[in-house]
């Protein structure tokens, strides 16, 4: 099988290859989306760099004093290796500066992961998600797994008037508890004997890393709140320790849904903005590439030639098995742009939707 790769996606031929590639895999049975910080940063989310200059170098003073205790060069502008020796400093020593220069931290990624989120950016978004939700009512619902605090999500559903199924109760104090990923929704007529059917635009959205609108309170319940202070957030702040909370509740639970929903047969997994910095998602999706005979790997990045060059190892191993002839598949894309590119099942005639299904069969 042909894959995209950068240099020739721009001719007729391989954008007829791309077409007919996205076409299928939206058919398949499963279609999972797992949604990184290149997604938001469409939106007007910040970078990892926006971050560090919001909360390192806006305080420079004090940052220098808490570097020198934790033995962190500044000129490393990792703010998630900063904030992991914080952290790791505070287990064995009791210092309030640091303590306070860690909570002020954690309020800026708070702040700048909630504060740009304006719906007319979300125009990217809204296409993404009104044309894969626009599957066969058979099919399994599309299912979105994002490492994004924010709502860009959220938002885009609330604007095309699409239900995301996100853990939390129907009901106010919106509660989160894993039974409501099980909940769908029909629409059922007034009268008579039919049972309904399945509303269309439902898609299960799991925050892998937590939210910007989730608030832990008393006994662990985690309830919806609008601006929750940093201590009461329910999020993974970005530090070396998110491996080990993501192991904890509430994320246990999206983690657990994403280690099944790449074993699935029959599977399209969209990895959209993703790095693959993070091991704990990485890894099972690369052991899924590998051992999965039926699954379908599509990663979207407009720099995936440069991060296979000069990236982490996933890139690379990645790479390796779509060299070697896995259904693994590179598509040199922005966000926006990629949202654009998918095609809308809807469009398409019955005869059209057969044909191509023919025309696939046939190249295959």
Request: some cysteine; hydrophobic content about 35%.
């Amino acid at each position: 099988m042909t894959k995209l790769t950068k240099g020739t996606e721009d001719s007729a031929e391989n954008r007829k290859k791309e077409e007919d590639m996205l076409l299928a895999s939206l058919q398949m049975q499963h279609l999972v989306v797992l949604a990184g910080s290149g997604c938001s940063l469409s939106a007007g989310g910040p970078s990892m760099q926006d971050l560090w200059d919001n909360a390192i170098i806006n305080d420079q003073d004090v940052a220098k004093t808490i570097s020198d205790k934790v033995q962190h060069d500044l000129e490393d502008k990792n703010i998630e290796e900063f904030l992991s020796k914080i952290e790791a400093f505070l287990q064995v020593n009791s210092d309030e500066e640091a303590k306070s220069f860690l909570n002020k931290s954690k309020k800026v990624i708070l702040d700048k992961c909630s504060g740009f989120l304006q719906t007319e950016n979300l125009d990217g978004h809204k296409t993404f998600l009104h044309r894969l939700s626009r599957r066969r009512v058979r099919d399994q619902r599309l299912k979105v797994f994002t490492t994004n605090y924010d709502l860009c999500f959220e938002y885009a559903a609330g604007a095309l008037g699409s239900i995301a199924l996100d853990g939390f109760s129907f009901a106010t104090p919106r509660r989160y508890n894993p039974l409501f990923f099980s909940y769908d929704i029909v629409r059922r007529p007034r009268g008579g004997d039919d049972m309904g059917n399945y509303l269309e635009g439902v898609f299960l959205l799991y925050k892998l890393h937590g939210s910007v609108n989730w608030k832990r309170v008393e006994d662990g319940v985690i309830i919806e709140k609008t601006q929750p202070e940093p201590g009461e957030a329910c999020l993974v702040y970005p530090a070396s320790g998110k491996y080990q909370q993501s192991f904890t509740q509430p994320y246990l639970e999206s983690l657990t849904q994403y280690l099944a929903a790449v074993r699935e047969p029959n599977t399209c997994v969209l990895a959209v903005g993703f790095g693959f910095n993070d091991n704990h998602l990485a890894e099972p999706l690369l052991t899924a590439a590998t051992s999965n005979p039926h699954l379908r790997l599509i990663i979207v990045d407009p720099k995936f030639e440069e991060k296979i060059k000069n990236g982490n190892s996933y890139w690379k191993q990645l790479n390796k098995l779509k060299d070697q002839g896995e259904d693994v598949w590179f598509i040199p894309d922005e966000f926006k742009d990629f949202a654009q590119r998918i095609p809308d099942l809807k469009s398409l005639t019955p005869a059209d939707t057969l044909m191509k299904a023919i025309q696939g069969v046939t190249r295959e």
